[in-house]
């Protein structure tokens, strides 16, 4: 999801974009201030439904955070920074705690966790070159997208409400079905990255 997400901020904030008091801004701090707060939920308590509660809040003040930044013009480098940040720090945090509750298998949280670490390392290629990263693939998005659904569905499945059994064939379907798009597009991704680098100059020392 790093490459990800790093790919999605190709479009510049506007020259001048150095505010850091703005709406969306608070918006996505508002959310970091909410990780340790998930991670207790899960971890202490384990009130899953609040947690599960504050998952949904943040991927819709996620959202949120990126149409006011647009609709009220107010984006920034600190926000392009920020936003994919905090969301980075929400699913390694939620992976992490799945493992240590038994959710998930702890090889599925590295797959996904160590294919962003194996991709941040072939972003350096861009930079010497002078090159923004790699634009966004379809493929990346779709299992992004898996991936978002999947882990608030996991967490709906611990809980003992009617639509649990519905949560857990969804959400356990879906993280597969991510976790191989996931591994699929780090490849293509890899590639890209070794076709820069053999063709490229370096346009410094």
Known sequence: MLVDAVGQQNV????????????????????????????????????????????????????????????????????ALLDPFVDRLYVITTLIAFVLRDIIPWWVAAILIGRDLILALTLPIYRRRSLPPPEVIYLGKAATFALMFALPLVLAAQGDWAIASIAHAWGYALLVWGTVLYVWTAGIYIAKAVGVARTVPRSGP
């Open 12 to 79: 510049s904030p506007p020259a001048g974009a150095d505010r850091i008091l703005t709406i969306p801004n608070l918006l996505s701090m508002i959310r970091l201030a909410g990780v340790p707060l998930f991670l207790y939920l899960l971890l202490g308590p384990q009130a899953d439904g609040w947690a599960l509660a504050l998952l949904m809040l943040s991927g819709f003040t996620d959202w949120a955070d990126g149409k006011l930044a647009r609709l009220l013009n107010q984006m920034s480098r600190f926000g």
